[in-house]
Protein backbone atom coordinates (compact mmCIF):
# COMPACT_ATOMS: atom_id res chain seq x y z
CA UNK A 1 0.00 0.00 0.00
CA UNK A 2 1.21 3.43 -1.12
CA UNK A 3 0.19 6.56 1.42
CA UNK A 4 -1.25 9.74 -0.41
CA UNK A 5 2.39 11.67 -0.83
CA UNK A 6 3.98 8.33 -2.22
CA UNK A 7 6.52 8.41 0.66
CA UNK A 8 6.12 5.27 1.85
CA UNK A 9 5.26 2.06 0.82
CA UNK A 10 3.48 -0.34 3.78
CA UNK A 11 2.78 -3.84 4.41
CA UNK A 12 0.09 -6.14 5.68
CA UNK A 13 0.70 -9.02 7.63
CA UNK A 14 -1.79 -11.24 10.04
CA UNK A 15 -1.00 -13.42 12.95
CA UNK A 16 -2.38 -14.98 15.61
CA UNK A 17 -1.33 -15.07 19.32
CA UNK A 18 -3.64 -16.51 21.37
CA UNK A 19 -6.23 -16.63 18.83
CA UNK A 20 -6.34 -13.01 18.39
CA UNK A 21 -5.84 -12.01 14.85
CA UNK A 22 -2.84 -9.29 15.10
CA UNK A 23 -2.17 -6.46 12.52
CA UNK A 24 1.34 -5.47 12.02
CA UNK A 25 2.17 -2.64 9.20
CA UNK A 26 5.78 -2.33 8.68
CA UNK A 27 6.61 0.63 5.96
CA UNK A 28 9.71 1.82 4.30
CA UNK A 29 10.57 5.36 3.55
CA UNK A 30 13.07 6.64 1.01
CA UNK A 31 15.85 6.93 3.92
CA UNK A 32 15.77 3.33 4.66
CA UNK A 33 15.70 2.44 0.87
CA UNK A 34 19.16 4.41 0.64
CA UNK A 35 20.62 2.91 3.44
CA UNK A 36 20.04 -0.63 2.97
CA UNK A 37 21.85 0.58 -0.84
CA UNK A 38 24.71 2.08 0.76
CA UNK A 39 25.46 -0.99 3.32
CA UNK A 40 24.78 -3.59 -0.12
CA UNK A 41 27.48 -1.38 -1.93
CA UNK A 42 30.32 -1.35 1.20
CA UNK A 43 29.53 -4.69 1.57
CA UNK A 44 30.11 -5.52 -2.20
CA UNK A 45 33.66 -3.87 -1.91
CA UNK A 46 34.40 -5.37 1.47
CA UNK A 47 34.15 -8.24 -0.52
CA UNK A 48 36.04 -7.32 -3.73
CA UNK A 49 38.90 -5.84 -1.30
CA UNK A 50 39.13 -9.60 0.67
CA UNK A 51 39.09 -11.20 -2.85
CA UNK A 52 41.99 -9.42 -3.86
CA UNK A 53 44.02 -9.62 -0.79
CA UNK A 54 43.76 -13.38 -0.79
CA UNK A 55 44.66 -13.48 -4.52
CA UNK A 56 47.88 -11.61 -3.66
CA UNK A 57 50.83 -14.18 -3.66
CA UNK A 58 52.89 -14.60 -0.52
CA UNK A 59 56.28 -13.14 -0.62
CA UNK A 60 59.71 -12.48 0.66
CA UNK A 61 62.42 -9.71 0.28
CA UNK A 62 65.63 -9.93 0.94
CA UNK A 63 69.05 -8.02 -0.21
CA UNK A 64 72.24 -9.02 -1.29
CA UNK A 65 75.35 -7.47 -2.36
CA UNK A 66 78.98 -8.02 -4.13
CA UNK A 67 82.14 -5.63 -3.64
CA UNK A 68 85.69 -5.67 -5.52
CA UNK A 69 88.61 -3.92 -4.74
CA UNK A 70 90.92 -4.10 -8.03
CA UNK A 71 93.90 -1.40 -9.09
CA UNK A 72 93.63 1.26 -11.09
CA UNK A 73 94.16 1.75 -14.68
CA UNK A 74 93.23 5.35 -15.36
CA UNK A 75 94.00 8.33 -13.02
CA UNK A 76 92.64 11.70 -13.41
CA UNK A 77 94.84 14.75 -11.77
CA UNK A 78 92.72 17.92 -11.47
CA UNK A 79 95.71 20.85 -11.18
CA UNK A 80 96.15 24.90 -11.14
CA UNK A 81 98.43 26.88 -11.42
CA UNK A 82 98.86 30.21 -9.93
CA UNK A 83 101.14 33.31 -10.72
CA UNK A 84 101.00 36.79 -8.80
CA UNK A 85 102.85 39.90 -10.18
CA UNK A 86 103.01 43.28 -9.91
CA UNK A 87 101.58 43.66 -13.24
CA UNK A 88 98.33 41.96 -15.09
CA UNK A 89 100.21 41.40 -18.09
CA UNK A 90 103.22 40.00 -16.43
CA UNK A 91 100.89 37.63 -13.99
CA UNK A 92 99.30 36.13 -17.47
CA UNK A 93 102.90 35.48 -18.93
CA UNK A 94 104.29 33.66 -15.95
CA UNK A 95 101.48 31.30 -15.70
CA UNK A 96 101.58 30.91 -19.13
CA UNK A 97 105.19 29.69 -19.47
CA UNK A 98 104.37 28.27 -16.28
CA UNK A 99 102.11 25.61 -18.14
CA UNK A 100 103.98 25.22 -21.06
CA UNK A 101 106.76 23.91 -18.50
CA UNK A 102 104.84 21.61 -16.82
CA UNK A 103 103.37 20.02 -20.67
CA UNK A 104 106.26 19.94 -21.48
CA UNK A 105 108.38 18.15 -18.13
CA UNK A 106 105.36 15.75 -18.34
CA UNK A 107 105.81 14.85 -22.34
CA UNK A 108 109.17 13.94 -21.24
CA UNK A 109 108.14 10.84 -18.93
CA UNK A 110 105.90 9.37 -21.35
CA UNK A 111 102.43 12.11 -21.01
CA UNK A 112 101.31 13.19 -24.25
CA UNK A 113 100.26 16.76 -24.50
CA UNK A 114 96.65 15.42 -26.01
CA UNK A 115 96.18 14.18 -22.58
CA UNK A 116 96.10 17.79 -20.60
CA UNK A 117 93.79 19.53 -21.00
CA UNK A 118 93.56 23.45 -20.00
CA UNK A 119 89.64 24.05 -18.69
CA UNK A 120 89.83 27.35 -17.27
CA UNK A 121 91.58 30.65 -16.87
CA UNK A 122 90.90 33.52 -14.57
CA UNK A 123 92.58 36.83 -14.12
CA UNK A 124 92.02 39.36 -11.34
CA UNK A 125 93.53 41.71 -8.63
CA UNK A 126 95.28 40.06 -6.24
CA UNK A 127 94.66 40.98 -1.71
CA UNK A 128 95.93 40.34 0.84
CA UNK A 129 94.68 41.19 4.70
CA UNK A 130 95.93 44.03 6.63
CA UNK A 131 96.85 43.94 10.35
CA UNK A 132 93.21 44.96 10.96
CA UNK A 133 91.47 43.06 8.60
CA UNK A 134 91.40 45.44 5.98
CA UNK A 135 91.92 44.17 2.37
CA UNK A 136 95.53 45.14 0.77
CA UNK A 137 95.94 45.35 -3.07
CA UNK A 138 99.39 43.03 -3.64
CA UNK A 139 98.92 42.74 -7.48
CA UNK A 140 97.27 41.05 -9.73
CA UNK A 141 96.56 36.66 -10.56
CA UNK A 142 96.61 34.71 -13.52
CA UNK A 143 95.88 31.08 -12.62
CA UNK A 144 94.86 28.34 -15.00
CA UNK A 145 93.28 24.88 -14.41
CA UNK A 146 93.94 21.75 -16.16
CA UNK A 147 93.27 17.91 -16.26
CA UNK A 148 95.96 15.03 -16.64
CA UNK A 149 94.48 12.04 -17.85
CA UNK A 150 96.54 8.89 -17.42
CA UNK A 151 96.05 5.59 -18.85
CA UNK A 152 99.01 4.28 -16.99
CA UNK A 153 98.87 4.26 -13.29
CA UNK A 154 102.34 3.37 -12.56
CA UNK A 155 103.05 7.13 -14.34
CA UNK A 156 101.31 8.88 -10.98
CA UNK A 157 104.70 9.53 -8.75
CA UNK A 158 106.88 10.30 -11.79
CA UNK A 159 103.88 13.01 -12.92
CA UNK A 160 103.41 14.22 -8.47
CA UNK A 161 107.03 14.83 -8.54
CA UNK A 162 107.33 16.63 -12.23
CA UNK A 163 104.81 18.74 -10.74
CA UNK A 164 106.30 19.60 -7.56
CA UNK A 165 109.30 21.31 -9.06
CA UNK A 166 106.92 24.18 -9.87
CA UNK A 167 106.38 26.58 -6.52
CA UNK A 168 103.22 27.98 -8.04
CA UNK A 169 101.66 24.38 -8.95
CA UNK A 170 98.68 23.02 -6.66
CA UNK A 171 97.52 19.40 -7.23
CA UNK A 172 93.90 19.88 -6.34
CA UNK A 173 92.67 16.26 -6.31
CA UNK A 174 93.67 12.73 -7.85
CA UNK A 175 91.02 10.56 -8.77
CA UNK A 176 91.29 6.84 -9.47
CA UNK A 177 89.10 4.34 -12.16
CA UNK A 178 88.85 1.65 -14.25
CA UNK A 179 88.56 0.85 -17.92
CA UNK A 180 86.43 -2.43 -17.31
CA UNK A 181 83.79 -0.50 -14.99
CA UNK A 182 80.99 -1.48 -16.50
CA UNK A 183 81.78 -5.20 -17.24
CA UNK A 184 82.90 -5.36 -13.93
CA UNK A 185 79.81 -3.73 -12.39
CA UNK A 186 77.46 -6.03 -14.53
CA UNK A 187 79.49 -9.29 -13.30
CA UNK A 188 79.20 -8.10 -9.67
CA UNK A 189 75.36 -7.45 -9.85
CA UNK A 190 75.05 -11.21 -11.28
CA UNK A 191 76.82 -11.93 -8.27
CA UNK A 192 74.47 -9.90 -5.74
CA UNK A 193 71.15 -11.56 -7.40
CA UNK A 194 72.79 -14.99 -6.46
CA UNK A 195 73.51 -13.55 -3.23
CA UNK A 196 69.84 -12.76 -2.81
CA UNK A 197 68.07 -15.90 -4.03
CA UNK A 198 70.45 -18.18 -1.84
CA UNK A 199 69.49 -15.79 1.15
CA UNK A 200 65.97 -16.16 0.09
CA UNK A 201 65.72 -20.37 -0.28
CA UNK A 202 67.44 -20.49 3.22
CA UNK A 203 65.09 -18.59 5.10
CA UNK A 204 62.50 -19.87 3.40
CA UNK A 205 63.43 -23.57 3.92
CA UNK A 206 63.61 -22.60 8.01
CA UNK A 207 59.34 -22.38 7.64
CA UNK A 208 59.31 -25.49 5.15
CA UNK A 209 58.67 -23.13 2.01
CA UNK A 210 60.51 -22.70 -1.32
CA UNK A 211 61.46 -19.75 -3.42
CA UNK A 212 59.18 -19.07 -6.28
CA UNK A 213 59.68 -16.47 -9.07
CA UNK A 214 60.88 -12.59 -8.36
CA UNK A 215 57.76 -10.01 -7.87
CA UNK A 216 60.07 -7.10 -8.30
CA UNK A 217 64.11 -5.57 -7.98
CA UNK A 218 65.38 -2.85 -7.25
CA UNK A 219 69.50 -1.72 -7.21
CA UNK A 220 71.07 0.73 -4.81
CA UNK A 221 68.03 1.31 -3.13
CA UNK A 222 66.40 2.65 -6.51
CA UNK A 223 63.44 0.36 -8.10
CA UNK A 224 62.38 -0.91 -11.13
CA UNK A 225 60.52 -4.23 -12.33
CA UNK A 226 61.35 -7.12 -14.18
CA UNK A 227 61.17 -4.95 -17.80
CA UNK A 228 62.82 -2.10 -15.94
CA UNK A 229 66.55 -1.39 -15.14
CA UNK A 230 68.38 1.25 -13.66
CA UNK A 231 71.92 1.47 -12.68
CA UNK A 232 73.10 3.26 -9.76
CA UNK A 233 76.19 1.74 -8.22
CA UNK A 234 78.99 3.52 -5.63
CA UNK A 235 82.37 4.03 -6.51
CA UNK A 236 85.12 4.56 -4.29
CA UNK A 237 89.10 5.65 -5.22
CA UNK A 238 91.39 5.33 -1.97
CA UNK A 239 95.30 5.73 -2.78
CA UNK A 240 96.83 2.92 -0.85
CA UNK A 241 99.60 0.69 -3.41
CA UNK A 242 102.67 2.64 -5.20
CA UNK A 243 100.56 1.75 -8.70
CA UNK A 244 98.27 4.77 -8.34
CA UNK A 245 95.38 3.41 -6.06
CA UNK A 246 92.67 1.07 -5.88
CA UNK A 247 88.89 0.95 -6.97
CA UNK A 248 86.09 -0.17 -5.06
CA UNK A 249 83.16 -1.45 -7.01
CA UNK A 250 79.82 -2.50 -5.17
CA UNK A 251 76.47 -3.73 -6.14
CA UNK A 252 73.50 -3.46 -3.93
CA UNK A 253 70.30 -4.90 -4.82
CA UNK A 254 66.40 -5.88 -2.89
CA UNK A 255 64.53 -8.97 -4.73
CA UNK A 256 61.02 -9.83 -3.93
CA UNK A 257 60.19 -13.41 -4.34
CA UNK A 258 56.61 -15.42 -4.27
CA UNK A 259 56.86 -18.00 -1.51
CA UNK A 260 55.43 -21.63 -3.03
CA UNK A 261 54.83 -24.46 -0.82
Given at each position: MRSRNGVFLAARLISYNSGLPTCVVIRYGNLMKRTLFTLLTFASLSLANAQEKSAEPRSIT???????SLPADRVRISVAIRSVRDDLAAARNASQEGFASVVKGLGEIGVPSEKIELTNHSLGREYEN???GERIAKGFFSARDFVI???????LELVHGNLAENAE???????????DEIEVRNELR????????????????????????PLKMGEGGGGFNPVGFNTRNSFAAMATDSVGGR???????EVTFELVE
Open positions: VTGNAERGPNELDDASLVAVNQTSFSRKKVALNAALEKAGAMAAVYGQKVGRVSLEAFV
